[in-house]
């Protein structure tokens, strides 16, 4: 069993940044797929960026890419979401979840999720 706490939304005006972080419980932390995911109002729930176990191998979804850095702490059993020049089609809540092992984009593979934390992009 891992649970999941987000933190580190908040509002910030165009171009700025912020940095999400999502600490899990649990001792195989460094076994465990990381994946940010956000939704924005009466939309679906879209990938963003995952990275492996040993965060050897990174993934990011087209819209983020270049501006977003997925990073993890394996000894504090953190992982993070740098997100620089943000835009207000980036205003979502931002999930993070877990699988064992898998790369992967899909929602239905990961197994843990946060409960989420609100970015607020004022234009």
């Known amino acids: 069993q891992v649970q999941l706490v987000e933190s580190g939304g908040g509002l910030v005006q165009a171009g700025g940044s912020l940095r999400l972080s999502c600490a899990a419980s649990?001792?195989?932390?460094?076994?465990?797929?990381m994946g940010w995911f956000r939704q924005a109002p009466g939309k679906e729930r879209d990938f963003v960026a995952s990275?492996?176990?040993?965060?050897?191998?990174?993934d990011y979804a087209d819209s983020v890419k270049g501006r977003f850095t997925i990073s993890r702490d394996n000894v504090k059993n953190t992982v993070y979401l740098q997100m620089n020049s943000l835009k207000p089609e980036d205003t979502a809540v931002y999930y993070c979840?877990?699988?064992?092992?898998?790369?992967?984009?899909?929602?239905?593979?990961?197994?843990?999720w946060g409960q989420g934390t609100q970015v607020t992009v004022s234009s």
């Open positions: 990275i492996s176990g040993s965060a050897g191998t990174t």
């Open positions: 979840a877990a699988n064992w092992a898998t790369m992967s984009r899909q929602i239905t593979v990961y197994d843990y």
């Open positions: 649990g001792r195989t932390f460094s076994k465990y797929t």
